[in-house]
């Protein structure tokens, strides 16, 4: 995976398991240099290893960051700086379900944090180092269509007064959407093109992992669910696809374009969320 004779740098965020790994195995696999975002150092090494072992050369790399941490993505974005002159492709993977209301360092409601905020965040603060690249940058949001079930209440987005795991994984897919269709309004798709995806029904570990649900019960949903590998293609398709160098605020399911739910396409809402998002993050826009 190169332009012009040079090696693409690719970020992507959760790259340490699942569909996220995946991703990450996938971009290496094409040549790009891959930087993997995850919590656990060891989990993350192990997952630079395996890459790396499946290349055959190193293309691999991680940086540890807990992004539902808004110090911490700060933190991993200077990092990123720190280490390359610019990102070719950011992959926005993490999330998580939570069984139970968690909230982080800043106060936030877990899902919404994780899910939404750290896209948002770690989207703006990199935006610098994406407009630097050469041949035009991609950011790929990863969805779902679990969004047609989403509501966002704007008048508690931190599940303060009534919480329910699958109702906040719902809402924080439909701000996936949102997101990424008030960035496509604001960005020169010459320079950064924004897309979001639908990996599909995926055999991971994301129902249990937080208490969603009962291991039984996802074992029994997963039975015919998608690998991992599978849930990643429409993510490595968007990400570096050449057709789609200039499409901009799409929504891909299987490598293809799909339509979103009418909230999705909500303007309005849209920008309540981008501004509520800036002021949470303490980012100014423009950038």
Known sequence: MTNQDRTLRCVVTGGTAGIGLMTARGLASRGASVLLIGRDVERGQAACAAINEHCGEPRATFEPGDLSDLRQVRAVSRAIAARWPCVDVLVNNAGAMFGTRQQTEQGLEMTFALNHLSYFTLSLLLLPMLRSAPAGSRIVNVASEAHKAGRLDFEDLQSVRRYSGWRAYCA?????????????????????????????????????????????????????????????????????????????????????????????????GARMLWDESLRLAELAWPI
């Open 172 to 268: 924080s897919k439909l701000a996936n959407l949102l997101f990424t269709q008030e960035l496509a309004r604001r960005l020169d798709p010459a320079a950064v093109t924004v897309n979001a995806v639908h990996p599909g029904f995926v055999a991971t570990d994301i129902g249990i992992r937080h208490r969603l649900l009962p291991p039984f019960l996802w074992r029994v949903a997963t039975r015919f669910a998608l690998s991992p590998e599978r849930g990643a293609r429409t993510s490595i398709h968007v990400a570096c696809a050449p057709e789609l160098s200039q499409r901009h605020g799409e929504y891909f399911i299987r490598e293809r374009p799909a339509s979103m739910a009418s909230a999705a396409k909500d303007s309005q």
